[in-house]
Nanobody
């Protein structure tokens, strides 16, 4: 049974940082791409970042240079380091694994 469990969300002031984690189980983590998505209040879920099993990374334009996706295959965990956070980054952040596995999400609120 595939399980994805996100953690690390919370309330942070604009300009601050947070690091999200996604612990995966139930599949061969090291051979899969992993993604982060987010869903802001009243908006559709959107893709944020991807890391391939090769380590290659890809980012949505609005987070480039501020967010970093990484993975630790020994811990079956993918991370999202978020710096220079803005109020528009406020959303529930979801971890995703192919083909269609999702975590329950972790809420990030950026507000003063």
């Amino acid at each position: 049974q595939v399980q994805l469990v996100e953690s690390g969300g919370g309330l942070v002031q604009p300009g601050g940082s947070l690091k999200l984690s996604c612990a995966a189980s139930g599949f061969i983590f090291s051979i899969n791409r992993m993604d982060w998505y987010r869903q802001a209040p009243g908006k559709e879920r959107e893709w944020v970042a991807t890391i391939l099993n090769s380590g290659s990374t890809y980012y949505e334009d609005s987070v480039k240079g501020r967010f970093t996706i990484s993975r630790d295959n020994t811990k079956n965990t993918v991370y999202l380091q978020m710096n220079s956070l803005k109020p528009e980054d406020t959303a529930v952040y979801y971890c995703h694994a192919p083909v269609d596995y999702w975590g329950k999400g972790t809420l990030v609120t950026v507000s003063s």
